[in-house]
T-cell receptor, first 116, second 113 residues
């Protein structure tokens, strides 16, 4: 069964350092989402791509976060510099989204980030 | 502004009984609702969904009910099994196009033997 891949699974870093997370969506899925889940809360969207284009990055803290999906396949989310409040689970999801209707979003295992 | 709320952080149910998880939403533009299940150290897994043209959707042991006038939905699991112990997230979105999911805070369900 096809799955969304993410790496690393865990990352510990010191504040002010740079970190990067990678996501490989299910093959053929046009839409890719990055969500952040803080402990005790539900996931919140950071950025959404349709192929290589950003569709929604309204909740992305652009002073320190950046995301790209250069060839419309895999994606990288970067934080520079990391702050203590960035400690969270970073989840990547993908969906087919070529029908014009909402399609099921499939999530990867996530990257657990701890900023010290 | 919490648009999707799950007011019960945790729920404990005896094995074999019915589990009922509740979710409320405030945004009347939402017309598509989903439930995801999450085990520790894993990503959320899609469970069941319902669009606003229906008031009930059933899949095996899982049934989702939607009350549009009350802006309330619930997930029923019957009979509950130990493997159902997980965190359950309610999510809402628009059915038209690729829209982000707005999640509730989650409810931790524990099934006791």
């Amino acid at each position: 069964e096809a799955e969304v891949a993410q790496s690393p699974r865990y990352k510990i870093t010191e504040k002010s350092q740079a970190v990067a997370f990678w996501c490989d969506p299910i093959s053929g899925h046009a839409t890719l989402y990055w969500y952040r889940q803080i402990l005790g809360q539900g996931p919140e969207l950071l950025v959404q791509f349709q192929d290589e284009s950003v569709v929604d990055d309204s909740q992305l803290p652009k002073d320190r976060f950046s995301a790209e999906r250069l060839k419309g396949v895999d994606s990288t989310l970067k934080i520079q510099p990391a702050e203590l409040g960035d400690s969270a689970m970073y989840l990547c999801a993908s969906s087919f989204e070529r029908t014009g209707l909402q399609e099921t979003q499939y999530f990867g295992p996530g990257t657990r980030l701890l900023v010290l | 502004d919490q648009q999707v709320k799950q007011n019960s952080p945790s729920l404990s149910v005896q094995e074999g009984r019915i589990s009922i998880l509740n979710c409320d939403y405030t945004n009347s533009m939402f017309d598509y609702f989903l439930w995801y299940k999450k085990y520790p150290a894993e990503g959320p897994t899609f469970l069941i969904s319902i669009s606003s043209i229906k008031d009930k959707n059933e899949d095996g042991r899982f049934t989702v009910f939607l009350n549009k006038s009350a802006k309330h939905l619930s997930l029923h699991i019957v009979p509950s099994q130990p493997g159902d112990s997980a965190v359950y997230f309610c999510a809402a979105t628009r059915v038209q196009g690729a829209q982000k999911l707005v999640f509730g805070q989650g409810t931790r369900l524990t099934i006791n033997p």
